[in-house]
């Protein structure tokens, strides 16, 4: 019975017994992992973390030479722009002096053209003027000859009188017609002294001074002596003069009235009629 009593209960399993610690095996691991530890740390850690300085710094010095750079590229895009802008205003200025350069040449041209101009409308103006004064001139010389030749033909078959005569005449009846006013300016001039000249195309006759000094005598006192010249330019008149007065009538006088009328024709031309006749 009892021994079935103890078939029926479990059978328990023996445990080793424990060895006991030693300490001297903790210690030498424990040098063996501290030598572990500085062997790793001196040939592993060490290198990695050298490296990995080496890297960040590396990586420090690309960021700061990519800063740099960017600094430099924005700098330099600055100086770019600066010196856009600068050679954009140097070109404005240099283009607005060249136009000045042209505008001032081209009013340089236009003076110069203009003067020049001026010079030879000058030149054709004085020229005309030459060719009218030396035409005129000519003219009044040969109508002059031609009226005095024909007069002296003319007159004594018409009044039985030589053309002298007749200016003799004329000269008198003008002295005759004159404004009393003027009258006494010649009187007065000749009481006080100024000389009476009577000046003739030809030589007088005896019988016309006499008629000239007894009409002057009449007409402006008192009477004086008389003297009396020829003077060929006057043609065909005969002209008083006493002190600054003058007084007379000659073929000249109407030749210059007429080279007036016919320069004035000249310069008017059909333009100028047509505006006087309107």
């Known amino acids: 019975m009892w021994s079935r009593a103890r078939a029926d209960r479990p059978v328990r399993p023996r445990l080793p017994r424990e060895a006991p610690i030693s300490w001297l095996t903790v210690l030498a691991q424990a040098v063996n992992f501290l030598i ?3 062997l790793l740390r001196h040939f592993l850690f060490r290198p990695i973390i050298r490296i990995m300085d080496r890297r960040e710094t590396a990586l420090a010095d690309q960021m700061a030479a990519a800063a740099q750079s960017r600094a430099e590229a924005e700098q330099h895009a600055r100086e770019l722009q600066v010196a856009r802008r600068e050679l954009e205003e140097h070109r404005q200025q240099k283009r607005e002096e ?39 001139g000519e003219l009044e010389e040969r109508v002059g000859r031609l009226v005095t030749t024909t ?78 010249e020829t003077a060929p330019n006057l043609i065909c008149g005969v002209t ?36 006087a006749d309107s």
């Open 151 to 228: 007069m002296q033909r003319a007159l004594p078959e018409l009044t039985d009188a030589p053309l002298e005569s007749q200016a003799v005449r004329s000269f008198l009846r003008r002295l005759d017609q004159m404004d009393p006013a003027d009258r006494e300016e010649f009187a007065s001039a000749r009481a006080a002294g100024g000389a009476a000249v009577v000046q003739s195309a030809f030589d007088l006759l005896t019988e016309d001074r006499a008629r000239v000094e007894e009409t002057m005598n009449r007409l402006f006192p008192p009477a004086l002596p008389v003297r009396f």
């Open 98 to 136: 060249a136009e000045q350069a042209v505008e001032r040449w081209r009013e340089g041209e236009l003076n110069r053209a203009r003067a020049e101009i001026e010079r030879l409308e000058e030149r054709w103006r004085e020229g005309l003027a030459r060719d009218q004064a030396e035409l005129l």
């Open 36 to 38: 572990l530890i500085v």
């Open 240 to 275: 008083l003069r006493i002190g600054g007065y003058t007084a007379g009538w000659n073929l000249r006088d109407f030749l210059r009235q007429l080279e007036d009328d016919f320069t004035l024709e000249l310069r008017e031309g059909p333009a100028g009629r047509r505006e």
